[in-house]
């Protein structure tokens, strides 16, 4: 452990000198080497050698301790002493300002302090005042705004649900219902549809499971 100080002892020296510090090295010693010292750990105990040893006591001297005593005695009299002034002076005080009347003056100032005060509460009540009413025109705007863009926006939620609705029912007139159930069928069978049809490599498509060959162009314009 020692080696490893005087290690790091010597680059420390060598750091300062690098960086023209003026510091010597009996200095840099005295300042940071430290003595370890075995201790023995708590959780051991007492020694058995220090285990019955009492320590030694040295006799009260009596001369210094009636010394002490009068100085103590001296000291927590002389507090007392200026507590009690202090209080003394504090009381004296507060009767004087109590039996003082206020003079013609202060009656003065506080009244020309209290005019001033209620000019400026006055001022800063009309400035509020101004500025509320600023504020709820703009709120009352503001909501009619608002007002304005809600009914817009319904007149226009309804004006697309009535192009729905009038689609449905023109939709409606040709779906298949009850009363015109057979009617239907019969227009079912006499126009068979029969989506099954082949293409061979030269694009000629067969329509149902026995249909004639169509071209490529006869094609093409039946997709179209």
Not at 22 to 46: A, K
Not at 200 to 222: H, L, P, T, V, W
């Amino acid at each position: 452990m020692l080696r490893a100080t005087v290690r790091t002892l010597n680059l420390s020296n060598r750091i300062c000198n690098q960086n023209n510090f003026n510091i010597s090295h009996s200095e840099l010693n005295i300042q940071s080497i430290r003595r370890w010292r075995y201790r023995r750990p708590l959780e051991l105990g007492t020694s058995k050698s220090k285990l019955f040893r009492i320590p030694e006591h040295p006799e009260p001297n009596i001369d210094e301790l009636k010394e002490l005593k009068r100085l103590n005695d001296e000291y927590r009299t002389k507090v007392k002493s200026i507590r009690t002034y202090f209080r003394e002076e504090k009381h004296k005080r507060d009767e004087a300002m109590l039996l003082k009347p206020q003079s013609i003056k202060d009656d003065a100032d506080f009244e020309r302090i209290s005019k001033i005060n209620d000019e400026w509460n006055q001022g800063i009540a009309k400035m509020r005042e101004a500025r509320l009413n600023a504020e709820r025109i703009a709120m009352q705007q503001e909501i009619k705004w608002q007002l304005e863009k809600q009914r817009e926006y319904e007149e226009e939620q309804r004006r697309i649900i009535d192009e729905l609705v009038l689609k449905e029912k023109e939709a409606a007139k040709s779906f298949i219902v009850r009363e015109n159930f057979d009617e239907a069928l019969d227009l079912a069978l006499k126009n068979i549809s029969d989506f099954n049809y082949a293409i061979d490599f030269e694009g000629n498509m067969y329509k149902g499971r026995q249909g004639e060959a169509k071209k490529s162009f006869e094609i093409e314009s039946e997709l179209e």
